[in-house]
């Protein structure tokens, strides 16, 4: 068992080899001095892959930079052929661990320091620039060769390797956090790439200018045009910062450097190369600037999701006073139980004493007690809301029992998960709708009454909209004056400042409007967000390092 999970271990260190070598092959195949493509992918592989596979990834580079070291032996000499076989990858460990390590350039959550990540560009960028000078300072030359301006030589792979990682870096990071960690299946990833408004207007803005400007770049008889056309590649970048931060900078710039190579007439243009360091520039400044207005846009997130210490302490005194209702209602139910059991008493006595004496009206009036005393309990505490849900209090509770007692019609529509709000959101719905009827049907003569209920979920934020549409009666005379709906509704009489108190708890609004045929109020409510499951602990075994011991890191 040991041998087989060491050969799996080599394995994986194989994998990883091959397809870094692989992608390396590859990228260095569409790069050139101005555009270093894989010194980005270079650059990414070391900021995401574990420690533990770096030495894999020496391994990796150590095959294509050993080729073309021995193969061109003959031409620049043993010296250079020794230089270039050390490989990059191996330069740019020490830099990246440190900001991996002390400066946390890729967090687990949060934002992406994108001051850091550009920091470790700069230095990891000379540090290649510098490797390849020295290989240039040692190679043996032809004596009828031009003299070396190593002045333009070192400005050329600097601005190469520094754009080709501002190329595919950004745009790696930008992956990682807003997709990956998001879905379990490519599918799922794809729908979620398809339905973001950064890729929407990526597809729909930023790609149809960028082509109109390669477009003009192309057919431009000037040298000047061209150059013009490659600085304004720049304007579309800087609208897509200014809308998603530096996710936008990272897919425009990302973009914009692809039509920018497209409009080059030579690899090796001069002015070419001033435009692309304008465009660098411009990427990196809008990575630093969108990274602030990400950070911006994180702390208002963050500050929606606190509530204020003022809505909590009403929240909890409403809570407070909901339980001081709970307990008078359970008080009045033993009470009514206390009576009804001394009824029958009394009953019983009474036929042994009189055993001609009809109690039936007698009866008939402890009953009627009994049951304003259940209305009462209802309004303090409904017994249908608690047993059977929001919906079912509202279409069987005491509001359709009184409105039906006053011969008003009463219908009640719900879509939406309702059900799926909490207990106390719920109960303040069943007082603000009894609010509302009890208004409507105190301030207007009312006909019929049709109550509907939406509930949804927008992110991890629940909603739910309530319409009460009053349909006034021909005869004004059909109001319900003073109590009998306010005890049995267990409604305040305050109106519609009563019902905007409570609604704004919830960071709701009220609106109410006149309509051909009567009133309607309407109101939406939002809950906080919802609160993800307890993560369940599972306890793991601790397995031995099955990393060989030369290849450990750390």
């Known amino acids: 068992m040991s041998g087989f999970s060491r050969g799996n271990v080599w394995l994986q260190h194989a994998a990883v080899a091959v397809a870094y070598a692989l992608g390396y092959a590859l990228l260095r195949q569409l790069s050139w001095s101005h555009w270093v493509l894989f010194a980005g992918y270079r650059l990414s592989v070391l900021m995401l892959t574990p420690y533990r596979y770096w030495p894999a990834l020496i391994v990796g580079e150590l095959v294509p930079v050993g080729y073309t070291s021995l193969s061109c032996l003959e031409t620049f000499g043993w010296l250079w052929s020794s230089v270039m076989m050390v490989p990059p990858i191996a330069l740019a460990m020490p830099p990246v661990k440190f900001c991996r390590e002390r400066l946390g350039m890729v967090p687990a959550k949060g934002q992406v320091p994108m001051g850091v990540v550009l920091s470790c560009t700069l230095v990891v960028s000379g540090v290649w620039t510098l490797a390849n000078a020295a290989a240039l300072s040692v190679a043996l030359l032809p004596a009828n060769a031009p003299a070396i301006d190593y002045g333009v030589e070192i400005s050329r792979w600097f601005v190469g390797n520094f754009l080709g990682i501002l190329t595919v870096v950004p745009l790696v990071l930008l992956v990682r956090s807003r997709w990956s960690r998001r879905a379990s299946t490519p599918w799922a990833i794809f729908l979620q790439v398809m339905q973001c408004r950064l890729v929407l207007e990526t597809a729909g803005l930023l790609v149809p200018a960028l082509a109109l400007l390669v ?29 998603h931060g530096w996710h936008g900078a990272a897919i425009g710039g990302t973009v914009a450097s692809f039509c920018i190579v497209l409009t080059m007439q030579k690899h090796y243009d001069t002015t070419t190369l001033q435009s692309e360091v304008f465009v660098a520039f411009a990427i990196s400044s809008m990575l630093l600037f969108g990274s602030r207005i990400a950070a911006l846009h994180w702390a208002d997130k963050q500050q929606a999701h606190t509530s204020d210490p003022s809505i909590e302490l009403a929240l909890r005194i409403q809570a407070q006073a909901e339980e001081q209702f709970r307990q008078a209602a359970q008080a009045i139910e033993l009470v009514s139980e206390s009576v009804h059991e001394t009824e029958e008493v009394m009953f019983e006595h009474l036929r042994q004493l009189w055993p001609a004496v009809d109690t039936r009206a007698l009866r008939r009036r402890t009953t009627l007690s009994r049951e304003q005393l259940f209305q009462v309990v209802d309004g303090l505490h409904p017994v249908t809301l608690r047993e059977q849900g929001l919906v079912a209090a509202l279409r069987h509770g005491g509001v359709a029992r009184a409105l039906d007692t006053h011969r008003i019609g009463y219908w009640v529509h719900a879509h939406g998960n309702t059900q799926q709000l909490s207990k106390s959101l719920q109960l303040a719905l069943h007082r603000i709708v009894y609010e509302a009827v009890n208004h409507l049907c105190a301030s207007h003569g009312v006909s019929d009454l049709t109550v509907r209920i939406r509930g949804g979920q927008f992110g991890d934020r629940r909603w739910v909209v309530v319409r009460v549409d009053a349909l006034f009666a021909s005869d004004p005379a059909q109001r319900i004056h003073g109590g009998p709906l306010l005890y049995r509704l267990g409604a305040t009489g305050l109106g519609i400042d009563a019902i905007k108190d409570r609604v704004a708890l919830y960071d709701g609004k009220v609106r109410v409007r006149t309509t051909e045929h009567g009133e309607l109020i309407s109101l939406m409510l939002y809950e906080a967000g919802v609160a993800p499951e307890r993560t369940r602990v599972v306890r793991v075994n601790q397995q031995p390092n099955t990393t060989p011991a030369f290849l450990t890191l750390r």
């Open 215 to 243: 477009w003009i770049g192309l057919d431009a008889r000037s040298e000047g045009s061209r150059q013009v056309a490659q600085m304004l590649m720049f304007l579309p970048v800087v609208a897509l910062a200014l809308r």
